[in-house]
């Protein structure tokens, strides 16, 4: 019978992971703007150097990996041991260590950031970033590296206030460094006025925030992701060894570039990033269903979800017994969803997921021109890539272009590809939603 497959199958066990938080269900893991981002934390010698302690935690709460690097004066006001404590790493303060340099050199490190924040930066700080200083191991890093710089300032009220200090804090954010605060209120000196360092809470928030853009503002992206669970009887069914955490990386991403997400996921142990929709499915008709439900008013439809593509005709209404004969399932096709966007009239962008063991651009090609899609985002598969992975490596294909994107998490690949995403979009659609901002 055309579209039927024969096959025998073993029930498949939930995917597992990186843990981070553990709920009464069972492990679920949680997925935010910090999260497996490289923060660098300066810290520079200011009483509110020892909130910079509490901070790496924040931080590290939120996902981050925190390299901290403290200034001499730092080391006066809390140990470079509590933060090593707290960040897992070996604190760096000199720029002429040759062990510290032999482990990761400051170039490379200035490099390894996703973003450097400092926090406390102090008046004098600030001044010598003012000017381009390069006397000790911070004040090199941040002329080193191309990773936007956050500044958390922290000083007496005056100082603040001070002309000098001004016109410094002007010349670094024409230059693009962003601040973060100061607070206004009591300070250490007995004064009160402005100059508080932000608290920790405020300050992880608001790096998060540095994240974000706006290269999709005002779209609506629906996105697929995870396994879809086709049942053989109440407690078997046929699965795959997707995790979600592809699709769900790409969530995050698209809500940090401003997009309204909806995000219709199979069964996984992932937590949906609080701002977008979730519809939660576990079969490939209840997806196929949601999908169209909201594909008429999406902008963008990115398929991430590893749908089944088969499901049982009959599946048994009770336990099915074991025998020693052999079982056979009689599969039926489900409909492909992502074909099924593209064939729309007005068809929204579609992006598709090309998941193959061999012959990775022949596929994706042939996929991109049968299903009628706008972009092939393509892996391979087995031996340890791919699926259950936390990384990934992606082969990007579009009409008359293609990008590599070279093994990293999958949530520094999602950013990468929703970023590939803008920009077709907004080449084939240039009258639509926010345009891409210079530089
Ligand atoms: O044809 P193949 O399954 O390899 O295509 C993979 C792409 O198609 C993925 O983007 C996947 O999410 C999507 N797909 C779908 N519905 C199906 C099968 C695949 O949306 N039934």
């Known amino acids: ?22 709920h009464q269900i069972g492990y679920t893991f949680t997925m935010n703007s910090l999260c497996n981002k490289r923060v660098l934390l300066g810290i520079t010698g200011g009483i509110a150097a020892y909130k910079s302690a509490e901070l790496v935690r924040r931080l590290r709460e939120q996902g981050a990996e925190v390299q901290v690097v403290m200034t001499h004066a730092a080391c006066e006001f809390i140990t470079p041991l509590t933060l090593q404590a707290l960040s897992g790493k070996p604190v760096r303060t000199e720029l002429f260590s040759t062990q510290a340099e032999a482990a990761m050199g400051h170039i490379e490190l200035a490099r390894w950031s996703d ?24 004040s090199t890093l941040c002329l080193a590296t191309e990773a936007p710089i956050a500044l958390a300032p922290a000083m007496n009220h005056q100082m603040w206030k001070n002309a000098a200090t001004r016109a410094n804090i ?16 009591d300070q250490a000196c007995g004064e009160s006025g402005p100059g508080r360092m932000l608290e920790p809470d405020q300050l992880a928030t608001a790096l998060a925030e540095c994240f974000s853009s706006s290269r999709l503002q005002g779209l609506r992206i629906l996105i697929t992701a995870g396994p879809t669970q086709e049942a053989i009887d109440p407690v078997r069914y046929i699965s795959n060894r997707s ?5 769900y990386a790409l969530c995050q991403a698209a809500l940090e570039a401003g997009a309204e997400v909806s995000l219709v996921s199979g069964p996984v142990a992932l937590e949906a990033p609080a701002r977008a929709r979730c519809h939660r499915v576990s079969t490939a008709m209840e997806m196929y269903q949601a999908v169209m439900d909201e594909a008429g008013h999406t902008d963008i439809f990115i398929a991430a979800a590893a749908v089944s593509d088969y499901r049982c005709i009959h599946s048994a209404q009770t336990k099915i017994k074991k025998s020693t004969d052999p079982l056979n399932l009689v599969l039926e ?5 992502l074909a099924s966007v593209a064939a729309l009239p007005g068809a929204p962008f579609t992006v ?4 193959e063991t061999d012959s990775l651009e022949e596929y994706a090609m042939d996929k991109m021109t049968r299903k009628r899609v706008d ?7 087995g031996e340890g890539k791919g699926f259950e992975s936390l990384e990934n490596a992606l082969e990007v294909y579009w009409n008359g272009g293609s990008c590599s994107l070279h093994l990293d998490s999958k949530e520094r690949i999602a950013h990468q590809l929703i970023e590939l995403i803008a920009e077709r979009f907004h080449e084939k659609n240039p009258d639509q939603g926010t345009e891409p901002a210079a530089g």
Do not use: W
Not at 133 to 138: G, N, T
Not at 170 to 185: F, M, N, Q, S, V
Not at 243 to 247: A, C, K, N, P
């Open 170 to 185: 002007r010349i670094l954010e024409e230059r693009g460094i962003r601040l973060l605060g100061p607070a206004a209120g």
């Open 115 to 138: 973003i450097i924040l400092v926090a406390p930066a102090t008046a004098h700080f600030i001044a010598r970033l003012t000017y381009g200083f390069a006397d000790d191991l911070l």
């Open 243 to 247: 995790s979600g955490r592809m699709g």
């Open 333 to 337: 096709l489900n409909p492909d969803i």
């Open 1 to 22: 019978m055309p579209g039927h497959k024969q096959a025998m199958v073993e029930s498949c066990p939930l995917p597992t992971g990186r843990i981070t938080v553990r």
């Open 375 to 381: 972009m092939i985002a393509a892996n391979l598969v």
């Open 352 to 355: 598709g997921f090309a998941a």
